[in-house]
């Protein structure tokens, strides 16, 4: 019968802290009218300074609530699955901060269990909270994957608080037991953990767990989870690399782990929000204390620098040791105008101005000083002022000395005159300006991904296109069902085929045996051809569209026998008539009375394909013709 309990002993290392030998006891009671077990487990012997941490650690009982886990349709748990002869092995990380920040692994730790005799649990786990975290109030769910014969792999993330700051912890096991006992019902079972709370007494040493469990088959199962892929023959799910085989999903590093993957980054980085690209950690920000008194912390791509704290107007030097000053004038660092001059001073900069001029005040243009206006007077007749200087003019028939001030009578050695003239235009700016010309257009198209087939520049714009057969839709593109919007008469014994963007119209010939039914593609038997035993089996066609670049062993069809009043049928035999190697889809069975239609390899090519299989049962057969066509693009 069903177990209603376990007891077992327990050791492990947490935090460094070694506790002696923990005595386990759980009891299970099956509540029917929820459809759930209540299972209750207490671990004695656990030192105070312990089990604080430990309550978190659900994980510790995980291969007994798993074990007596209340089954639901045709899920079977550890117990009816194993006989109670299993080993686990868990691996837990547990988040170092608010959730999303990266996760530090555990040592992983192990669990020979049978129910036959004594479990006896060995974890050896190192979360690392500076507070005793909660116990996770939050329910969760484990998948529990089939991945080999007597081969499990189990995943989940469970919720807590760490104080006042929510936290979380990924545990993931994998399970061995005697691959004589068979498979799961279904490739994936799934496990939910409800009602959950935990409590230590410090007192009498004891950490109690209470929660209900309930397992379930997968519903609609249409393949593996992501993450897997089935194998190659089509029996299991496998992990699927993502790391390995094509681009890869992070901007450094690709961890790959089953049913999953993560990236990391070089020391120095961290994950984006993204949790795929990798940004420069700015360490100067964060802690104030990396470089010593008089230096100061320079961030760099991946790193940091501690150099010398330089005073204004000082940098450090080439040695990286010392300052130099800063020459702001010849690197134009400077404030002056641009009619000032920059005089480089030790740790800073001056401005003046030339001779002739004066200031008026930092990052102001010199003014020109009025010679003329001085006194005593420049000139010994007339000034003229210019622009930083000035000029002494003479009375006619006089002329300057070589001071430039005083002037002297001309003496004449012979007549010569020279005259010279010259004249200013100002040219007005124009009251107008020309109309702006019209700026080159944007080729919209070039933006990759903008549309889903094909894209068309306009003035201005753009406009996606579809292929013959599709159209555009304001979410998307969409196909023609050219069957029923055009009302398609194919000839007789045909059936229009809507395909991806086309449509056929195929033979649906029925065997020599049969007689055509009332519809096209249903085929019937002549009743003086069946056996007085046997009952009378239609022959029928079924249309399946596919996109081009559906992967490799990824189910696209099921295919199930059912009685005429609509009950399983359970004890029927499902084969491919008249295999084609060279087809790309195939046929696997799942169970009596249910098959897949999986993919062999990736669908690369458009093209139509055929696929006849016979469902067997001791007293019918039926047949399904299956019409499979792939279109020429991925949607």
């Keep these: 019968g069903e177990p209603q309990g376990s007891w077992g002993s327990m050791i492990g290392v947490i935090n460094g802290r070694k506790f002696g030998v923990a005595r386990l006891n759980t009891s299970v009671m099956q509540e029917v009218g929820s459809g759930v077990s209540s299972i209750r487990s207490s671990i004695h012997h656990v030192p105070a300074n312990v089990g604080p941490l430990m309550r978190v650690l659900l994980v510790t009982i995980a291969p007994i609530y798993w074990a007596l886990a209340r089954e639901s349709g045709e899920a079977l748990n550890g117990h009816s699955l194993t006989g109670g002869r299993f080993r686990q092995e868990s691996h837990v990380e547990f988040a170092t901060g608010k959730q999303g920040l990266p996760l530090t692994p555990s040592v992983p730790k192990a669990h ?116 897997f892929e089935l194998d190659s023959q089509g029996a299991f799910c496998v992990d699927r690399d993502e790391c390995s085989g094509g681009p890869s999903p ?51 791509l991946g790193s940091y620098r501690c150099l010398p704290d330089c005073g204004p107007g000082f940098r450090v030097a080439a040695d990286g040791a010392s300052c130099e000053d800063v020459d702001e004038c010849l690197e134009g660092l400077d404030d002056c105008h641009y009619n000032q001059l920059c005089e480089n001073t030790p740790g800073g900069h001056r401005c003046s101005c030339s001779r002739g001029y004066r200031m008026q005040g930092p990052s102001l243009p010199c003014l020109d000083v009025n010679e003329c206006l001085q006194l005593p007077k420049a000139c010994a007749y007339q000034c003229h002022n210019l622009q930083g200087s000035y000029r002494c003019l003479c009375p006619p028939g006089q002329t300057l000395l070589r001071d430039g001030k005083a002037c002297t009578s001309l003496e004449r050695n012979g007549q010569s005159r020279t005259e010279s003239a010259q004249v200013c235009i100002s040219l007005p700016p124009s009251p107008t300006c020309p109309a702006p010309m019209p700026g080159p257009d944007l080729d919209e198209c070039r933006v990759r991904n903008l549309c889903q087939h094909a894209c068309r520049n306009t003035e201005g714009s753009y406009q996606c296109l579809c292929p013959a057969g599709y159209r555009l839709l304001p979410s998307g593109k969409n196909y023609i069902n050219e069957c029923e919007e055009e009302d398609i008469e194919c000839g007789p014994g045909q059936m229009c085929f809507n395909t991806r963007g086309s449509y056929q119209c195929v033979d649906t010939p029925c065997p020599a045996t049969y007689r055509q039914g009332p519809s096209p593609g249903v085929c019937l038997c002549r009743p003086q051809d069946v056996l007085p035993a046997l009952l009378a089996a239609p022959q029928q066609c079924q249309l399946l569209p596919l ?15 059912f009685s005429e009043s609509g009950v399983p049928a359970n004890r029927t035999e499902l084969s491919v008539l008249e295999p084609d190697p060279r087809s790309p889809f195939a046929l696997r069975p799942l169970r009596a009375g249910l098959g897949a239609v999986y993919t062999r390899r990736a669908l690369t090519r458009s093209g139509l394909y055929r696929l006849t299989a016979r469902a067997a049962a001791p007293r019918h057969q039926s047949v399904f013709v299956l019409l499979i066509a792939v279109s020429p693009y991925p949607y």
Aim: aromatic share 8%.
């Design 112 to 227: 020979p269990v049978s129910f036959h005799g004594s479990p006896r649990l060995l974890p050896r786990l190192t979360p690392s909270p500076s507070k005793p975290p909660q116990a996770p109030e939050q329910d969760f769910e484990e998948r529990y994957v089939q991945t080999g014969p007597g081969q499990l792999f189990v995943d989940s993330t469970q919720h807590f608080f760490q104080g006042s700051l929510p936290s979380f912890l990924r545990c993931n096991h994998s399970i061995q037991y005697n691959a004589a006992r068979g498979p799961q019902p279904q490739l994936v079972q799934h496990l939910r953990a409800s009602a959950i709370s935990s409590a230590f007494d410090p007192q009498a040493e004891a950490l109690r767990f209470q929660l209900t469990t309930a397992l379930q088959a997968e519903e609609n199962e249409v393949g593996c989870p992501e993450g």
């Design 250 to 300: 992070c901007s450094h590093t690709c961890l790959n782990a089953p049913g999953r993957f993560s990236c990391a980054c070089p020391a120095g980085f961290a994950l984006a929000w993204d949790d795929r690209n990798c940004r420069d950690v700015d360490e100067c920000a964060g802690d104030a204390r990396l470089c010593r008194e008089g230096q100061r912390c320079v961030n760099l």
């Design 547 to 561: 996109p081009l670049g559906v992967r490799a062993h990824h189910d696209v069809a099921r295919l199930a026998a």
